[in-house]
């Protein structure tokens, strides 16, 4: 949070300098436009001149966030959609918490209701996969491979470059969506008529 603070400031800062035209933003622009997920009918939509607030570094580190948020963003659409159609684990969760009755429960709730133990569990997960991904020999924002799928991991040599760059498309713009879906349905839970497209569905109030 405290870094995409600083990011923010800079970005605005920036917004009141000057803004010559340099090598440095001229290869940024470029890479940008080669860059998986710059597919038509957006192709490089950048309205807010993200690609630019940094260096070639920093577009890669932006790259990453996007890729994993946008993995995170399509389990939880399945998970919520999973739920939604009536299914979810059989058993308990805890001792006196069933998965049954998280599955009842709105989103922030039933996350309320997970036990403390459950949480950090879950946390701690969430940290070495994070740990995993970033500990790369070259790591991505030196020119390294981007983070790929801790688990389960996927081999991707036999695949050609063409056929790669066209799964990446299909990843990065499924999650776009994905990241708009999830959002979409926790604010119509927790604040009915928030999305009018969602409005008297039960699974979303």
């Known amino acids: 949070m405290k870094i995409a603070s600083l990011l923010a400031l800079a970005g605005s800062a920036a917004a009141f300098a000057p803004a010559p035209v340099s090598k440095t933003s001229t290869s940024i622009n470029a890479a940008l436009d080669d860059m998986a997920g710059s597919t038509a009918p957006l192709k490089a939509f950048d ?116 056929t790669l760059k066209t799964k990446q498309n299909r990843e990065l713009n499924n999650g776009r969506l994905a990241m708009i879906a999830i959002m979409s349905f926790i604010s119509e839970a927790n604040i009915p008529g928030s999305v009018p497209a969602l409005s008297g569905i039960d699974a979303f109030n």
């Open 47 to 162: 309205p807010m001149g993200l690609a630019t607030v940094g260096s070639e570094e920093t577009l890669a580190w932006f790259r990453a966030a996007e890729l994993k948020h946008s993995r995170v963003a399509m389990l939880a659409t399945t998970g919520y959609l999973f739920n939604a159609a009536g299914f979810h684990f059989e058993g308990q969760l805890s001792s006196d918490i069933s998965f049954a009755d998280l599955a009842a429960m709105k989103p922030i709730d039933a996350w309320d209701a997970v036990p403390d133990a459950g949480k950090a569990q879950i946390l701690f997960t969430i940290l070495i996969a994070e740990i995993v991904s970033e500990s790369k020999e070259t790591h991505y924002m030196k020119g390294g491979p981007l983070p790929t799928v801790v688990f389960p991991p996927i081999d991707f040599s036999g695949v050609s470059a063409e």
